[in-house]
């Protein structure tokens, strides 16, 4: 019975610290400062020819003003 009550207490830790990541996930900032990136808005038109379209490639990331110039590799 006591190894019951233990693994159920367990498991029952282990739900609770997921449910609050996945809540701590949720509430934050709309704004990204990390990676990844969200994917870019296609500005562009997409017609029924080549003509008729109009290309929007993506802009170049840059890192922003000031940032210092560090690589982290993993």
Sequence with gaps: ??????????????????????????????KQNGLPLPDPSFGGKVGQ???ESQPDYPKPVMPPSGAPNVLVIL
């Design 1 to 30: 019975m006591k190894r019951f009550i233990a693994s159920s207490i367990g498991a029952l830790a282990f739900v609770l610290t997921l449910v609050s990541c996945n809540q701590q996930e949720k509430s934050t900032d709309t």
């Design 49 to 51: 020819t080549l003509k």
